[in-house]
């Protein structure tokens, strides 16, 4: 929640917290004229819901999560029909 706010707030900022300098480098070129600081927020925001989805597939794939979703009946993946 607090990066979100930092994505709209000072959006540069949001690209040093995960990792990408060279982007909040051109963010904050951005972000010094008028015009394209809302882009630059918008910009910001997707680039942190990008960041949080790579981080859950990460964890999952260390785990070894993503075995137990593909064979999982619950998981929506058809299952055999007998009859």
């Known amino acids: 929640m607090m990066r979100l706010v930092i994505a709209l707030l000072l959006s540069r900022l949001t690209f040093f917290t995960i990792g990408r300098p060279l982007a909040g480098a051109l963010c904050l070129i ?17 680039a942190l819901s990008q960041w949080k989805t790579d981080q859950k597939i990460r964890g999952r794939w260390s785990r070894g999560e993503w075995m137990t979703w593909a064979i999982s009946p619950k998981a929506g993946m058809p299952r055999e029909v007998t009859g």
């Open 30 to 46: 951005l972000q010094a004229t008028q015009i394209a600081w809302i882009p630059a927020a918008i910009w910001a925001v997707d």
